[in-house]
């Protein structure tokens, strides 16, 4: 079993605004420990505006306190009556989640049964000491940077599966292939979407985040790889066109990197599609129906490429860095 760094900064957290609270003389020292333990968050924005809501929320908590207790009484009933009338205004005001840290500093003063300013100081302290341990243990973030790159490195390792097990399959339809690769692309994108949002959020500052374009174009382009399956499941016959398009999917998942080379295989693709057009007409209904899924075939990756392609700027000199390379080897 993993301990989560939320878990390990709570455990710490805790005990350091307990301690804090007690050793200044606070009656209610345990309350810190609590507004501590609420105020931890995945994240540093969400630490900032959890300590903004749950601080507004507070003030607005002993404000009703002091009203209600001191106008009313200190009964039960009336703990009630001040619940009613504040929630919805936290409500409206867009800082309900500090509903629960606030109630804690409410029934803290419902118990010294005689509201006074030292009193209303003394939770003030313990707002204080709660939210700023909260946020001094969030600045601390660790990185998923390493995370995002593994991740990139493993979603383009399954396109390239995919794309050569499209182009095997168009070459011999007998060959079979449980397709787990898609379904482990899948699973990727999902969690880097989680991640690079986690990262956007502790990164408040920086507008822009470098895998969230990279991760939105690999999913853009694994849609239009699920829209390939069937019409390869469908490609019934093996004609010549069909030998070379099947060298352009092997040729087009040997090329699945970062960089964008994507305009040398578009103009290939346009010299496919002139293939096209200079072949001799179908003759059977099966020909025709292998064409046209071969041509439509063509349309998808096309798309796929173009993605990739307004993704960044060309970058030509990737693949002849990398030949550079593996001519050294």
């Not at 507004?56 to 009336?78: D, K, M, N, R």
């Amino acid at each position: 079993m993993r301990i989560g760094y939320r878990t390990i900064k709570t455990a710490i957290g805790v005990p350091v605004a307990i301690s804090i609270a007690q050793l200044i003389g606070i009656n209610h020292f345990v309350s810190a420990g609590i507004l501590t333990m609420l105020c931890i968050q995945p994240s540093r924005r969400r630490s900032f505006f959890s300590a903004r809501d749950r601080l507004l929320a507070c003030l607005i908590g002993i404000t009703f306190s002091s009203l209600l207790f001191e106008t009313l009484g200190y009964y039960p009933a009336v703990i009630g009556l001040l619940l009613i009338v504040f929630i919805p205004v936290t409500v409206y005001f867009n800082i309900s989640p500090g509903i629960i840290t606030s109630t804690v500093i409410v029934l803290n003063l419902y118990n010294s049964g005689n509201i006074t300013l030292p009193r209303i100081g003394e939770q003030l302290l313990i707002i204080l000491i709660g939210i700023g341990t909260a946020l001094i243990l969030n600045i601390y973030m660790p990185s998923v940077e390493q995370k995002l790159r593994t991740m990139q490195e493993e979603l383009e390792m399954n396109f390239q599966k995919i794309l050569s097990e499209i182009a095997l399959y168009i070459r011999d339809k007998d060959r079979a292939w449980d397709g787990k690769e898609l379904i482990m692309a899948e699973d990727i994108l999902k969690e880097s979407t989680r991640l690079v949002s986690l990262d956007r959020e502790n990164n408040v500052l920086r507008s822009e985040h470098t895998y969230y374009d990279y991760f939105a174009m690999r999913k853009e382009q694994y849609k239009l790889l699920r829209k390939m399956m069937p019409l390869v499941s469908r490609i019934e016959n093996v004609e010549l066109i069909s030998s070379e398009i099947a060298d352009y999917f092997e040729k087009l998942s040997e090329s699945v990197h970062p960089g964008n080379t994507a305009i040398l295989f578009l103009d290939e693709l346009n010299t496919l599609r002139d293939t096209f057009q200079t072949i001799d007409l179908p003759r059977t209904r099966e020909e025709f129906e292998t064409r046209a899924n071969l041509f439509r075939l063509l349309h998808e990756i096309e798309d796929y490429l173009v993605i990739k392609n307004n993704f960044k700027e060309s970058d030509i000199s990737f693949v002849r860095n990398r030949k550079k390379k593996t001519k050294q080897a």
